[in-house]
Each structure stands twice: as C-alpha cells, then as structure tokens.
C-alpha cells in the first residue's frame, strides 16, 4: 500500500502545529505554577535565551544535556577536559568532562545583568537544583566533580547518561556498569549518596528517575 501525498494537502505543517503546541504548553505551565508576572518573563527569557539555561545547569548542577553541551562547545562557553579518574574502581582511566571556560563565566555574568527582575535569580537557581540533570535522548554531559561523584556513588542513572560533548559517545558501557554494580565498595557508597541530588529527567522515556 502505497503513501498517498495528495492526502496529506494541508497537513504538511505539522512540525510548526507541534513547535507552536509545545511553546504554547510550556507557557501555561510557567503560568500555572509561578503565578507571578515577572517569575514568569523571567523563566521565559532564560529559557529562550541561545545559551544561558545550560550554562546555569552547569553552573548549578554540574550537567547539561548532550545538546547543551554541544550549544556551549560551539560558543567556546564549555569546553571538554581529559582527566584522569581518581576512583578506586576506575583509577587511571582516561575521561572527558564538561568545563565552563573563562569566556563562559564572563558570558554567565553579563548575562545575568540583562534578566527581568534579577533579584529573583535565586528562586530560578532553587528550580534548577530540583533536577541532578535533564536526558533527551541523547545523554548528558557533566564535568569533573560531577562524573567523579556519580563513580563514587554508583550512581547508575547518571553513569549510563554521561557521553562526550564533542561526539556523544558514551563513556561507560554496559560491561562497566555491570562490573560497579557488583561491587561491594560501590554499592556501600551508593546507599550513602543516594539522597544528595535532584531527580534525573528522560525526557527520552517521560521519566523522572
């Protein structure tokens, strides 16, 4: 059975219907829960903004996602670092994390100064720590405090998010989980850690984890 285009005269605006829809939802949310005029112009400007909300991830949390990232290796806001693991489990081997460049912060700064009623930047950062980081499908980007701690928790969620700003590679395979999972080091640290960050969001799977 053939695809019929004439059936679809009309219909071929279906990506601009599901960018509008999804804007249009996204308001009525920030609406819906902030129920302030200037909370919400100013949720609005950071996430409209080409580069500000994954800095403040990063910034905040120590993550963001793969494609903010790669929004912030392209603007020479980010760069990636090659280090060496100092984890038992892990020690010595060779990792790629997500560092803030002195062009970032300078960038994070005067950012803040153009934001509608910056006093309630405070606020904003509070919802950003509500979340250790957000996955779209494509996996998160961390630096490296923030892999170092997820190896030293175990923290199997994060650990088979994180990947390469540049390529998107993933840096631990399922051999590796698999081999922290069954470690008797790790899965004491595990139980310690496990309540000291936000939730991890898939957007991928519509999951909070």
């Known amino acids: 059975m053939g695809f019929d285009v004439s059936s679809q005269s009309g219909k071929n605006d279906v990506l601009i219907t599901a960018a509008l829809a999804a804007r249009q939802a996204r308001d009525r949310a920030l609406e819906e829960a902030l129920k302030n005029h200037s909370m919400v112009e100013l949720y609005k400007a950071v996430l409209d903004h080409a580069f500000l909300l994954p800095l403040m ?10 494609r903010g990232g790669q929004i912030l290796t ?32 300078t960038e994070f700064k005067e950012a803040f100064h153009e934001l ?9 950062s509070q919802a950003l720590s509500a979340y250790s ?8 980007c961390g630096t490296k405090a923030f892999i170092e701690r997820a190896l030293m928790s175990s923290d199997m969620a994060i650990l088979e998010r994180i990947v ?16 922290m999972a069954d470690s008797d080091l790790s899965k004491g640290t595990a ?11 898939d957007l991928g799977r519509n999951l909070f984890l």
């Open 191 to 201: 139980i310690l850690e496990a309540g000291s960050r936000g939730v991890v969001i």
């Open 57 to 66: 991830e990063m910034k905040v949390n120590h993550c963001t996602s793969f």
């Open 74 to 105: 392209q603007q020479n806001l980010a760069q990636p670092y090659s280090f060496s693991s100092e984890t038992p489990l892990y020690f010595g081997k060779s990792l790629i994390s997500l560092e803030i460049t002195p062009i970032g912060e």
């Open 116 to 124: 509608p009623d910056g006093e309630l930047l405070t606020f904003f």
């Open 133 to 140: 980081c957000i996955d779209s499908g494509t996996g998160v």
């Open 164 to 179: 390469d700003a540049e390529t998107g590679e993933k840096h631990f395979r399922s051999e590796g989980r698999i081999r």
